[in-house]
Each structure stands twice: as structure tokens, then as C-alpha cells.
């Protein structure tokens, strides 16, 4: 292989000042011997991946499918090979490569396909992008995979959005508890006051409005798994005469005159496209006077070519802040504050990590290991995004303006005081 061993090529992708330890299935080893991050390439199929897409994602889809080997923390290990998250070869270095591998014949025949559990089928993609059908169908996907699963990575909460952290030392449960509240908090939630919760998830945020507040929330979702268990955790809480979860398109709400609308991670299900019909339509569901919060992940509005490098998170298209702000202030918003929470979504996926490792084997034999390893490649990935501002969780608060322009709004923001008592 040109002189090199199978190990040194793929340090070399990873980049010579990794401190990551590699290990073949020839034999050969290479990088810092000793380091808290081995990576084993364990097949030749392993090889074909990464000849066919080096740097990240061959690397990416050799774990996924089984054919290599992560040892260690796997956010240490994406942040060591920084290297592979920015290679971009020309046609000469390709055929260098290739040729260090072991030539064209590795790119026939075609490498095998992951496993079956992690395989997307296009079927579900079928129908216009972001009509109700195929919306429903991606949700879907995502989320009905198993709420076992679920449980294990988001713990107590079944919260699965960015938490906020009162405290350096605060628990993954005690920082989606105080982002529930400072939702709440920033919509000025009171007893007797209707909220309206879109893509509520598991309807952590319709408990906490109906049991801290005395609100009256009605959350929706196109999960049928989500609403299921929801509504079944909002009888157990002794909570049904308040709160509700629905498995439904938030676009076949049919009621009206809420005092408030929780958005906290649908709008990255939107697209771009459908954003001003999206917050035009939220702003017909509040009374005047009514208030708005949407929490969704951005973008950075820059040109830096780095930014763009995170080749696993950029599957993902995310709005800018910028343009959200744009978008509900032409759809009738008065934007009354915005604060970006970039680096507790880092810290809420550092949580989900550890969860994941935890409950490795069992989350192995209920989701299928190739599932498993999306997710542990994933949360990781993501985690190193915001860590380095890739990208970035922003609250964004807006008023449905009432008569004479009322905005009934505090003189000051006053939801940065402790969280409110029980209500009732």
C-alpha cells in the first residue's frame, strides 16, 4: 500500500497530530498508542467506505455499519480527528488514496449497504415536501422507533429539545424542568389561561404548564408513540381535566383564542419555505395580546467555510436567526427578546451521551445495533456543533400587538426570577 500500513492511511484521514490510537484487522497499528480514543478498523469493507467518501463520512459510515470501531468517549473522539471533519481531497489526492488502500479495486464491487435497521426507505418520503402526509411520515421515522429507547437517552423527562442549565452542576432533569418553567415564565403563563403546545413530543410541557400553572394546554403531535404515551402520562399525573395530547397535524387545530403558543423544537421541521405560513398561523390561534416562544436550532449567519465542514449535522438544513426574526415579524409579531442557548444544548446532549453509554447493551437489543450507533455517532456530532458554534439554539419571544399596539408586556423582561410555586 504505497509504502504505508493499513493503520497509518487511516491516521493520516484522521490527521497525524490526532491523539487517537488506530488498529487494523492486518495487523497494523499507528497514531498514540495508549490513548484514552482507539479506533479499529475491523473489515476491508471499512476500507471501501472510506475510499469511497474520505475524511468524516467514510469514517461515519464505517462505524455505522459495524465494519469499525470507536473505543472510548465518542465526543473526545470526533473532537481529536478534526482533521477528517474538514478534508477535502482533489482528484489527485483521491487517486493517492486510493491507490494507498489498495487501488480501484476496492470501489467494486459496491460496498454493502448498512444494516437493515438503519436503511432509510424512500418510501416514506413520498408525497410534496412538507405536505401533511409526508410530514407525518418523517416524524414518524424519527420518532416512533421505540419510546423504550427514549426513555433511556432522555431519562425521566422524555424531553427531547435543548434543556437550560439554572447551574454549572444542575442535573439533565433539573435544566429541562427550569426550560419548561422559563418557557412558561417568558409567556407569562397564569391560571385559568389557554396554551397551545405544537409538536409537544412526550407533553412534558403541557404537564408542567397544567401542574405549576393551573393552565389549561392542549399539545399536538405527529407521533402516534409520543401522543400515546403523553396522554396516558398526563392521566397518571392526575392532570386530564387541564392538559391533553393529541396525535395531530398542528395545522388541523381547530381551536382558537389561545393566551399563548409553545414552539420548542418543530420549527427545524418546518423548512425554510413554509416558515412565513407557519408563524402566520400561530399568530391566528393567540388572542391579542397574546405571546409566542419559539425555541428552534440555527444556523450562524456567516460565510465561514468551517461552519459547513460538520458533514453529519449538515444533513439538516436550520434557518439563521436572522431570517426567524424576519418571518414572524411579517407575520404580525412584535419580537420582544431573544437569548441563544448555544452552549446548554452542548451540555443537554453531553447528558444524552452518557444516558446512551449507560444503557449501551440494552439500547443494542432493543433498537439494533446499527440504530444505536446512528444515534451514539449523532449526539456526539451534535454536541461538538455547538460546542464550536456550528450551530445554535435560539428563543425567540413575539406578541400578538392588541388594540392601539398594546403589547402588554413588563416594562423589563421579569422571567429571570425563581420558578413559580405549584399552582392551586
Given at each position: 500500500m504505497?509504502?504505508?500500513t493499513l493503520a497509518e492511511?487511516?491516521e493520516?484521514?484522521?490527521?497525524?497530530?490526532?491523539?487517537?490510537?488506530f488498529r487494523?484487522?492486518d495487523?497494523?497499528s499507528?497514531?498514540?498508542?495508549g490513548?484514552p480514543?482507539r479506533?479499529?478498523?475491523?473489515?476491508?469493507?471499512?476500507?471501501?467506505y472510506l475510499?469511497?467518501?474520505?475524511?468524516?463520512?467514510g469514517l461515519?459510515?464505517?462505524?455505522?455499519s459495524?465494519h469499525l470501531?470507536?473505543?472510548?468517549?465518542?465526543y473526545?473522539?470526533?473532537?481529536r480527528?478534526s482533521?477528517?471533519?474538514r478534508?477535502q481531497?482533489?482528484?489527485?489526492?483521491?487517486?493517492?488514496?486510493l491507490g494507498?488502500?489498495g487501488?480501484?479495486?476496492l470501489?467494486?464491487?459496491?460496498t454493502?449497504p448498512?444494516?437493515q435497521?438503519v436503511?432509510?426507505?424512500?418510501r416514506?418520503?413520498?408525497g410534496?415536501?412538507?405536505?401533511?402526509?409526508?410530514?407525518?411520515?418523517?416524524i414518524?421515522h424519527?420518532?416512533?422507533v421505540s419510546?423504550?429507547?427514549?426513555?433511556?437517552v432522555?431519562?425521566?423527562?422524555?424531553t427531547?429539545?435543548?434543556?437550560c442549565y439554572p447551574h454549572?452542576?444542575?442535573?439533565?432533569?433539573e435544566?429541562?424542568?427550569y426550560k419548561?418553567?422559563?418557557v412558561?415564565?417568558?409567556?407569562?403563563l397564569q391560571?385559568g389561561?389557554r396554551?397551545l403546545?405544537?409538536?409537544?413530543?412526550?407533553g412534558g410541557?403541557?404537564?408542567h404548564?397544567?401542574r405549576?400553572?393551573?393552565v389549561?394546554a392542549l399539545?399536538v403531535t405527529?407521533?402516534?408513540q409520543?401522543a400515546?404515551?403523553g396522554q396516558?402520562?398526563v392521566?397518571?399525573a392526575g392532570?386530564?381535566?387541564?392538559?391533553?395530547?393529541?396525535?395531530?397535524?398542528?395545522?388541523?387545530?381547530?381551536?382558537?383564542g389561545?393566551d399563548?403558543?409553545s414552539?420548542i423544537?418543530?420549527?427545524e421541521?418546518?423548512?425554510?419555505a413554509q416558515?412565513?405560513a407557519?408563524?402566520?398561523?400561530?399568530?391566528?390561534?393567540l388572542k391579542p395580546?397574546g405571546?409566542?416562544?419559539n425555541?428552534?436550532?440555527?444556523?450562524?449567519n456567516d460565510s465561514?467555510p468551517?461552519?459547513r465542514?460538520?458533514?453529519f449535522?449538515?444533513?439538516?438544513?436550520?434557518p439563521?436567526?436572522e431570517?426567524?426574526?424576519s418571518a414572524m415579524?411579517?407575520?404580525?409579531?412584535?419580537i420582544?427578546?431573544?437569548e441563544?442557548?448555544?452552549e446548554?444544548y452542548?451540555?443537554t446532549?453531553?447528558?444524552?451521551c452518557a444516558?446512551l453509554d449507560a444503557?449501551?447493551?440494552?439500547?443494542?437489543?432493543e433498537?439494533?445495533?446499527?440504530t444505536?450507533?446512528?444515534?451514539r455517532?449523532?449526539?456526539?456530532?451534535?454536541?461538538?456543533?455547538?460546542?464550536r458554534n456550528?450551530v445554535?439554539?435560539?428563543q425567540l419571544?413575539?406578541?400578538?400587538l392588541?388594540?392601539d399596539?398594546r403589547s402588554g408586556m413588563?416594562?423589563?423582561p421579569d422571567?429571570?426570577?425563581?420558578?413559580?410555586?405549584?399552582?392551586?
Amino acid at each position: 500500500m504505497a509504502g504505508m500500513t493499513l493503520a497509518e492511511v487511516f491516521e493520516k484521514v484522521a490527521g497525524p497530530d490526532a491523539p487517537v490510537e488506530f488498529r487494523a484487522y492486518d495487523g497494523s497499528s499507528a497514531g498514540a498508542a495508549g490513548a484514552p480514543v482507539r479506533i479499529t478498523v475491523k473489515s476491508p469493507v471499512a476500507v471501501r467506505y472510506l475510499a469511497q467518501a474520505p475524511g468524516a463520512l467514510g469514517l461515519a459510515r464505517a462505524y455505522v455499519s459495524g465494519h469499525l470501531d470507536v473505543d472510548g468517549d465518542m465526543y473526545t473522539a470526533l473532537a481529536r480527528m478534526s482533521h477528517a471533519q474538514r478534508i477535502q481531497l482533489g482528484a489527485a489526492e483521491q487517486v493517492r488514496l486510493l491507490g494507498q488502500l489498495g487501488g480501484p479495486k476496492l470501489l467494486y464491487p459496491r460496498t454493502p449497504p448498512p444494516p437493515q435497521e438503519v436503511r432509510i426507505n424512500r418510501r416514506w418520503l413520498g408525497g410534496r415536501r412538507h405536505s401533511k402526509g409526508r410530514d407525518a411520515s418523517a416524524i414518524s421515522h424519527h420518532y416512533d422507533v421505540s419510546n423504550t429507547f427514549y426513555e433511556w437517552v432522555l431519562g425521566p423527562s422524555m424531553t427531547y429539545t435543548c434543556a437550560c442549565y439554572p447551574h454549572q452542576d444542575a442535573t439533565l432533569e433539573e435544566a429541562q424542568d427550569y426550560k419548561h418553567d422559563l418557557v412558561a415564565r417568558k409567556l407569562g403563563l397564569q391560571p385559568g389561561m389557554r396554551l397551545l403546545d405544537v409538536g409537544c413530543g412526550w407533553g412534558g410541557m403541557v404537564r408542567h404548564a397544567a401542574r405549576e400553572y393551573g393552565v389549561k394546554a392542549l399539545g399536538v403531535t405527529l407521533s402516534a408513540q409520543q401522543a400515546a404515551w403523553g396522554q396516558r402520562a398526563v392521566e397518571a399525573a392526575g392532570l386530564a381535566d387541564l392538559a391533553e395530547v393529541r396525535h395531530l397535524d398542528y395545522r388541523d387545530v381547530t381551536e382558537t383564542g389561545f393566551d399563548a403558543v409553545s414552539s420548542i423544537g418543530l420549527t427545524e421541521h418546518i423548512g425554510k419555505a413554509q416558515l412565513p405560513a407557519y408563524f402566520a398561523f400561530l399568530h391566528g390561534k393567540l388572542k391579542p395580546g397574546g405571546r409566542l416562544l419559539n425555541h428552534c436550532i440555527t444556523r450562524p449567519n456567516d460565510s465561514d467555510p468551517a461552519r459547513r465542514a460538520m458533514g453529519f449535522i449538515n444533513r439538516y438544513v436550520f434557518p439563521d436567526g436572522e431570517y426567524l426574526m424576519s418571518a414572524m415579524n411579517e407575520a404580525g409579531f412584535e419580537i420582544r427578546h431573544e437569548e441563544n442557548l448555544r452552549e446548554h444544548y452542548a451540555m443537554t446532549l453531553t447528558g444524552w451521551c452518557a444516558n446512551l453509554d449507560a444503557h449501551w447493551p440494552a439500547a443494542v437489543a432493543e433498537v439494533g445495533e446499527g440504530t444505536a450507533r446512528v444515534w451514539r455517532l449523532y449526539m456526539a456530532g451534535s454536541r461538538l456543533g455547538f460546542d464550536r458554534n456550528m450551530v445554535a439554539l435560539h428563543q425567540l419571544l413575539g406578541v400578538r400587538l392588541g388594540a392601539d399596539s398594546r403589547s402588554g408586556m413588563p416594562l423589563r423582561p421579569d422571567w429571570d426570577r425563581s420558578p413559580a410555586p405549584v399552582a392551586g
